[in-house]
């Protein structure tokens, strides 16, 4: 099994403040500025409120590399008209399981045009792959320096567990390889990548996400804890320690046990890849 | 032959603390030093001949293995 760094490297922060709100979310960003992290992603900020603290964070600790992922789908016209784009961060637009409109493409020109340098970031199901294809297209025709990364979305029942439907869903991605020559596409499933790299010993785990409800877990896709963090009681370091030392190593144990799918078993049986 | 810095990963140094991130992934790796300046004169560089890269073979392998290196022929 891998080993841990002493204190967390990548940092992940959903800001969405489900059920906390916005002073507890100073609390988390006075704590996450007691980290010294190289790369923080903030994952759904919005308002002016959620930019404001990732202004105060970058001006309160040095971080190499800033990402920003927002939900296409959450975020509004206005919201967008707001965006200050800081051109030292990465932004990321993401596709979570869509049913795009077509009222929509214009929100989306719109988006594309103020954010120049983007990521796109598209959940597949059984049900979305051939809209996700078309979406695609029409993002790539906009801006061909645009950048697509493709996930399962293991959040709901997903049919592409089984082989043949993920071959095929596989293949109508891979032909805009053969039609757009020099298009960025990335598909992959990480947690299927960090089970491969688990018994790799050289690796080290420094990734620690803080949920929307203010709960932290290693990596998005493990189980989250209650640990304080929206309390004064604990540092974050306090924190990370805590969850590293309670549920690290049988938390990652667990994926090994899992059997070898592209897409985890977390709907229905699948077929083995 | 020939090898060159894939964009899979990014060189990151903290304090001095040195990493290799995968970019896409962010899994990390430690490394030293004196292997952090050799990674950063390749990138400088674009390319360094393999003979030229004085580190042991098992680290070059990690690096290969990791699609951290790539190879030109």
């Known amino acids: 099994m891998a080993g841990y760094l002493k204190e967390p490297v990548v940092l992940q922060w959903d800001m969405k403040t489900g059920s906390y709100g916005k002073i507890v979310q100073h609390i988390i960003e006075k704590k996450v500025c007691e980290l010294d992290p190289i790369k923080i992603r903030y994952i759904n900020p919005k308002d002016v409120d959620d930019f404001s603290t990732i202004d105060r964070i970058k001006k309160q600790i040095l971080v190499q590399c800033s990402q920003i992922e927002m939900d296409f789908f959450e975020i509004t016209e206005e919201q967008i008209e707001k965006l200050n784009i800081d051109q030292t961060f990465q932004y990321f637009l993401k596709f979570d399981s869509f049913n795009l409109e077509i009222s929509m493409y214009s929100k989306l020109k719109f988006l594309l045009q103020k954010i120049e340098d983007l990521n796109v970031i598209v959940y597949i199901t059984d049900k979305n792959f051939y809209q996700s294809v078309e979406l695609i ?14 996930y399962p979305d293991k959040k709901k029942e997903n049919f592409l567990v089984h082989v043949p439907k993920l071959h095929n869903a596989i293949l109508e991605i891979i032909s805009l390889c053969k039609v757009y020559k020099n298009i960025k596409l990335s598909i992959y499933d990480k947690e299927k990548i960090i089970k491969d790299i688990l018994p790799l010993n050289y690796y080290r785990h420094g990734n620690f996400c803080i949920t929307e409800t203010g709960t932290v877990a ?30 690290g190593d049988s938390d990652l144990c667990k994926i090994l046990e899992e059997q070898r799918y592209w897409f985890k078993k977390r709907n229905g049986n699948g077929d083995q890849l | 032959m020939k090898v060159f810095f894939t964009e899979i990963f990014a060189l990151y140094k903290k304090n001095k603390k040195f990493f290799l991130i995968n ?26 001949d393999i003979n030229a890269i004085r580190i042991r073979a098992d680290t070059l392998d990690i690096l290969l293995y990791n699609r951290i290196l790539g190879v030109k022929n």
């Open chain 1, 218 to 247: 290693l990596y998005d896709f493990l189980p989250d804890y209650e640990y304080g963090l929206i309390t004064t009681d604990k540092t974050i370091k306090e924190i990370w320690r805590d969850i590293l030392i309670e549920h």
């Open chain 1, 137 to 150: 297209k029409w993002i790539y025709n906009e801006n061909s320096n645009i950048s697509f990364y493709i």
């Open chain 2, 23 to 48: 970019k896409k992934l962010d899994t990390i790796i430690p490394i030293e030093e004196t292997l952090y300046f050799m990674l950063n004169q390749i990138i400088l560089n674009g390319e360094m």
